[in-house]
C-alpha cells in the first residue's frame, strides 16, 4: 500500500498570503494525484487530478505540481473562503485509494 | 448538475447492521465506477470500497471486508452499502463519490450520510 504524507499538518497564514502544501509518495505514483479542499460540515471537493488539472472553477489561484512521489498544492494569495482541510489522494495503484492525512490551512 | 444523495445512516448498536443508500442523477450513472469514503470524527478521509460499471469488480478497505458488502442498481441510479457487524470504530460519515479515471478519484461528492455504532 502505498503511504501518502502531507506536510505542514497545520499551517497559519494570513489573508492574501501564498501557501505551499506539500504532499510526498512513498513510492512513484506518476503523475496520478488528486487534490480535494474540505470545508467544515461540508463533503471534499475535488480540485485537482492528474496532479495539475484543474477542474473546471475552480479559481486560477490553485496550482498544482510534481510527479513521482513529491508533488504541490500552491494557493497563490490566499481567500478567506479557501480555509479549509486539503488533502491529496493518489491512485496510481489502487485499490486502496490512499489519503494523505490533510493540511489544515488556518487564518493567522 | 450532477447530485449525489446519501441516505440510510443512523444509531446502530455494535454488531448491528445498516443499509446505506446513494441516488445519483446529473449523470449517466452506468457509465461510472462509483465509491463509498467515510470520515471518523475529527479524522481525515478513508476510502470504503469502488464498484465497476456492471457491479462485476468490486474492492474493498482490509478493515471491512468481509462485513460491507457495496452494490448498484443502475435501472434506478443506486448505489448502496450494505454495512454488517458493525463495531464502534465503523462510526463515520459515509460519503458516496463518483469514480472518474477507471474510479481512480472522487470526481463529484454527496453530503455524507452520519452511522453511529454506539451501544
Known amino acids: 500500500e502505498i503511504v501518502m504524507t502531507q506536510s505542514p499538518a497545520t499551517l497559519s497564514v494570513s489573508p492574501g498570503e501564498r501557501v505551499t502544501l506539500s504532499c510526498r509518495a512513498s513510492q512513484s505514483v506518476s503523475s496520478k494525484l488528486a487534490w480535494y479542499q474540505q470545508k467544515p460540515g461540508q463533503a471534499p471537493r475535488l480540485l485537482f487530478y492528474?496532479?495539475?488539472t484543474r477542474v473546471t472553477g475552480i479559481p486560477a489561484r490553485f496550482s498544482g505540481s510534481g510527479s513521482g512521489t513529491e508533488f504541490t498544492l500552491t494557493i497563490s494569495s490566499l481567500q478567506s473562503e479557501d480555509f479549509a482541510v486539503y488533502y491529496c489522494?493518489?491512485?496510481?495503484?489502487?485499490?486502496?485509494?490512499?489519503f494523505g492525512q490533510g493540511t489544515k490551512v488556518e487564518i493567522k | 448538475e450532477i447530485q449525489l444523495v446519501e441516505s440510510g445512516g443512523g444509531l446502530v448498536q455494535p454488531g448491528g447492521p445498516l443499509r446505506l443508500s446513494c441516488a445519483a442523477s446529473g449523470f449517466t450513472f452506468s457509465n461510472f465506477w462509483m465509491t463509498w469514503v467515510r470520515q471518523a470524527p475529527t479524522k481525515g478521509l478513508e476510502w470504503v470500497a469502488n464498484?465497476?460499471?456492471?457491479?462485476?469488480?468490486?474492492y474493498y478497505v482490509d478493515s471491512v471486508k468481509g462485513r460491507f458488502i457495496i452494490s448498484r442498481d443502475n435501472a434506478k441510479n443506486l448505489l448502496y452499502l450494505q454495512t454488517n457487524s458493525l463495531r464502534p470504530e465503523d462510526t463515520a460519515v459515509y460519503y458516496c463519490a463518483r469514480g472518474d479515471w477507471g474510479g481512480g478519484y472522487g470526481a463529484s461528492w454527496g453530503q455524507g450520510t452520519l452511522v453511529t455504532v454506539s451501544a
Open positions: 489522494q493518489q491512485y496510481n495503484n489502487w485499490p486502496p485509494w490512499t
Open positions: 464498484i465497476n460499471q456492471d457491479g462485476s469488480e468490486k
Open positions: 492528474g496532479a495539475s
